[in-house]
């Protein structure tokens, strides 16, 4: 039923203890006893997500172990900064096919070190053998009544993105063998497919500000939906003034429209502030270190509609990434 | 990289809203927005804990659907027993090879009634394709400072367990091809294994009266182990005094001790309690509905003494079930 485990090879409870056992400040008990124990300050809540990572599906083989543990914790604190919530601490269950000590050594390095800039203390967890698996609970805290919703766009509103689209979405098609770049722009792509940075410091300074949020985890225009079905609205998006790297940029139109439309694995915040608050958006984006882009509007008749530069209707097809379907879903 | 989905099959957010989407009464926000809200109480810590099942390790693949959903949140369940907190909330991850509507209704209906059993909301997770996979994180409430751990216990504490041990061991054996026993006797010993109860009524009882607790997961030795480096005791355990059922007394003595010290599975508390305190031990046991059995007691002297009936010493070479050896390690 298992595959035997190499002689030599650490048990469970000795790779909890060599990799995954942090000095815990903030929580009351960390790693080693059934439970961890936390306690949200007076006037908070804890915002909680969990996600969970597949080879194949959400990394490749190929990825380098300290990367693969910045993203399983990244993609987490993504959930958290599209809530507004500032990080504080996370669970970790692990299943791996054989104690591999460089791979551990490399994940729980690129972890903890995303966890430390983060000041997210990981506090608890599992691990067993299996086929590999990431699974990560993160809690995050939030002011009472102030976390960024999905639905509670409001028609009028301008919709905006942080970051540019399209690259990681890029990224997998280079390693598909569907498009080629030379090696310095392949690195660039590659470096936002695999390190992706959780747009946390924005989602805190648009407490308040945003109607509402998402992280773009499945491609725009499908979590897009989900703001637009949450909500009861719908909205308009100008494709050509989507932000996208300068890589990027260099594909035919066509490719770059899906890669920035249902590209996937962007982790930046989609989000709808008053028409009123557009310079209070950008300062908050300056005092997190995010550029943001208006790129639409939320309007009251449901749908989507995109338009290019001139306002002119574009056709489209393009769906949002799911975990289920082989294909794209209909946006 | 991924097998073709079936065409007419549910999408992942289609699955979400049929069968994982109850309705949440106690946390601010639940299943379907970026994060869940959850604030504790005042006064009040929240204990964490997460697990990870993957078959053939913690299930195997002749387990009827509900009895998986059941045992996936019971294994959870029986670590905020261990703590003696009240169940609350708790999330849930699951990766499936393809989307098997009748697993999904069967897993669903056993976890949603457990649930609902202990009053514990589902309020988020994530679903994904991949090797069968499941992972739950739950939440707990426990007064500030009232939780059990593992490092409290005391030299002249007395040791007791809850329910009986083995009977999951032997089923595991029987599926196993080790042990042969007649239909009926299978039938109970296999809803050790697949349906156990986790203790949290008792957990609950115990609060101020346990010195140290731990829930029976990878056996009883091993779980001791715990109690003993965490609290810098050592233990002296009445294997004749071991509570076990009518079906496991049947066995030969050996695999009889093989099944109570080093069966895994089990879900029951062990714990220890002041001398003093026997008689309010016996009384939580009775508040909670479960059988507490004294066996044994908290040494000064470190290491593990196992003794007969007649306070004989019992040689032992007993381990604990590990999840990444592929024998049994050293108690």
Do not use: W
């Not at 942090?22 to 009351?28: E, N």
């Not at 976390?147 to 979405?169: E, I, N, Q």
């Not at 002119?312 to 879903?329: C, I, K, L, T």
């Amino acid at each position: 039923m298992e595959p035997p485990a190499p002689a030599a090879s650490l048990g469970e409870f000795d790779l909890i203890a060599k990799y995954f056992t942090p000095p815990v400040r903030r929580a009351a008990l960390g790693v080693g006893d059934d439970c961890a124990l936390l306690a949200s300050a007076p006037g908070t809540q804890l915002a909680i997500s969990s996600d969970m990572l597949v080879e194949g599906r959400h990394f490749l083989s190929t990825v380098a172990p300290d990367r693969l543990g910045h993203k399983a914790l990244a993609v987490n604190l993504s959930d958290l900064a599209a809530c507004g919530a500032r990080p504080v601490a996370f669970t970790l269950a692990l299943a791996l096919p054989f104690v591999d000590e460089a791979l551990l050594a490399g994940f729980s390095a690129g972890l903890l070190a995303l966890a430390r800039e983060h000041d997210c203390e990981l506090i608890g967890g599992d691990t067993t053998r299996g086929p590999l698996n990431v699974c990560i609970t993160v809690f995050g805290e939030v002011p009472a009544g102030a976390a960024l919703l999905r639905s509670t766009a409001r028609p009028g509103d301008d919709l905006y993105v942080s970051g540019t689209l399209g690259d990681a979405r890029l990224a997998l098609e280079v390693f598909r063998g569907n498009v080629a770049l030379p090696g310095t722009e392949f690195d660039a792509v590659r470096r936002a497919m695999e390190l992706p940075a959780p747009r946390v410091a924005l989602g805190i300074a648009l407490r308040g500000l945003a109607t509402s949020a998402i992280d773009v985890s499945d491609g725009l225009l499908g979590d897009l939906a989900h703001i637009r079905r949450g909500s009861g609205v719908g909205a308009t998006l100008d494709v050509d003034g989507l932000p996208r790297s300068a890589v990027l940029g260099g594909l035919s139109v066509a490719l770059q429209r899906e890669y920035l439309l249902a590209g996937g694995d962007d982790y930046e915040l989609v989000f709808s502030a008053a028409a009123r608050d557009a310079d209070a958006v950008q300062a908050a984006a300056r005092t997190a270190g995010v550029p943001v882009t208006r790129i639409g509007r939320i309007d009251a008749e449901p749908g989507l509609r995109l338009v290019d530069g001139h306002g002119q209707p574009v056709e489209h097809r393009y769906g949002s990434f799911d975990h289920f379907r082989s294909a794209a879903a209909p946006a």
